[in-house]
């Protein structure tokens, strides 16, 4: 995590002494709309995002986006069972999944315009929303031992409970989709800021990727490990690979 700060602190001094500078070579033409997507990396969990811009100024964008990803624990950690063999990997008193949908609206305004077909084309990217979590269950594969006997059981799905599940027991991991019925939603905001590098060679296209941080606060605490608090604010680095086009 220190790397990917040093990174973007790095790209953030980069970018406003860029910004300095006037732009050179043939003048862009003006483009009203973009739309694309993008994968997000985030220290704390992955996220897919879809995008729609308008632009009222040459240099400035107003962005309405659609993400989805998942939320992980700063202290889960994947753990196996060495006692089977085949054994499938999970995380040891990890109780909840935290999914969430986002709709968010900000603004992407061009420090930086590349030189016609070279250079980079630089931007401060930002964004709120709102956000719709779901926390989801865990369920793993439990072997039970045989009554009167010695052995185990043929693995069956349980939600995961740390105060009767050992490690001994446990033989791994459920399907992700099991006790999805179960879970329960939680309301929430998100908050995030970037730079964003479009390395495309081409004005009407966009081939870049976006460093920033985000932070997503819930209106009610959420339990993902046990023994350890209920958190309320998740906060992270991200980097987004984004694609996407122009139009006039």
Known sequence: MISLVKIVFFCLCASF????????????????REFGGGVSLATNGLGFQGFYGISDHPGRTWIFALEAGNIK??????????????SRGY????????????FSAGGKHTWFERKRFQGVEISGVWSAGVN???LKPVYLKIREPYIGGQGYEAPVDQRYDPTIHYKENIYGKSSFFKGFKEGEFRT???AKAG???NLSKFDERIAGIELGAKADLFLQPVEMMYNYPKQ???SALYAKFVLGAKRP
């Open 17 to 32: 002494v860029s910004a300095q500078l006037p732009a050179t070579g043939g003048q862009s033409p003006f483009y009203s």
């Open 73 to 86: 624990h700063a202290k889960q950690s994947k753990t196996f069972n060495n006692n089977y063999e085949n």
């Open 91 to 102: 995380f040891f008193g990890k109780v909840n999944s935290l999914l969430y949908l986002s």
């Open 132 to 134: 719709f979590g779901y």
């Open 188 to 190: 929430g905001f998100q």
């Open 195 to 197: 730079i964003l590098f």
């Open 232 to 234: 309320a604010l998740y």
